[in-house]
């Protein structure tokens, strides 16, 4: 299917533990993110790439780490997930500097 | 810091009414500026995007940009039911990153 996907959707782990988080889009976009979205906070960036083996921090990247080795794809694994790593996560992919972001449906992640 | 500010809400207008729902963003060299609806659950959903100051419609919808005042503000008109979601504004700052609004939660009321 065309699109931007998220995997899991859904996902409950155990403190301690890493998880990856998944992220897969058709377009060919270049540019890729990863975003947490928390009651009271908002969407904040956690990691962006802008092509194929080009990553950067966001706003919240620590405990969280990401790669791009193929346009498509772009990861996002929890190294050892912790309970304030309980959020949404989304994916998101844009053409470029001009265009807005498109979504993926969300993961909806909880640590316990 | 660059911030982009919007009431939290909840808005609440009647059907058929028009909404209107305000950003300001702190940084004077943004371009691009976006407003996003999420409904309760889902994914944020792109709805308008406007880059010059004035006026800009696409059906229902209606951005105004005023660079000067760092605000820009999204016109519902004839709003229905199914408009009722979160709104974010979204404030292209540099490079491709976004800095989103906290969202404002609109109600309409049949």
């Known amino acids: 299917d065309a699109g931007i996907t998220q995997s899991p959707r859904y996902k409950i782990t155990e403190t301690g533990r890493q998880v990856t988080l998944m992220c897969h889009q058709t377009w060919s976009h270049s540019y890729m993110f990863w975003y947490r979205q928390d009651l009271g906070h908002g969407l904040r960036l956690i990691y962006y790439?802008?092509?194929?083996?080009?990553?950067d921090k966001g706003e919240v990247p620590d405990g969280y780490v990401v790669s791009r080795s193929k346009t498509e794809n772009f990861p996002l694994t929890l190294e050892s997930a912790t309970r304030s790593q309980t959020s949404v996560y989304f994916c998101?992919?844009?053409?470029?500097?001009?265009?807005?972001?498109?979504f993926g449906s969300g993961t909806r992640l909880t640590v316990v | 810091q660059k911030e982009v500010e919007q009431n939290s809400g909840p808005l609440s207008v009647p059907e058929g009414a028009i909404a209107s729902l305000n950003c300001t963003y702190s940084d004077r060299g943004s371009q691009s500026f976006f407003w996003y609806r999420q409904y309760s659950g889902k994914s944020p959903e792109l709805i308008m995007s406007i880059y010059s100051n004035g006026d800009k419609e696409d059906g229902r919808f209606t951005a105004q940009l005023n660079k000067a005042s760092q605000y820009v503000s999204l016109l519902i008109r004839d709003s229905q039911p199914s408009d009722s979601a979160t709104y974010l504004c979204a404030v292209r700052t540099g490079g491709q990153n976004f800095v989103f609004g906290p969202g404002t939660r609109l109600s309409v009321l049949p």
């Open positions: 998101a992919s844009s053409q470029g500097t001009v265009y807005g972001y498109t």
């Open positions: 790439s802008a092509a194929a083996d080009i990553t």
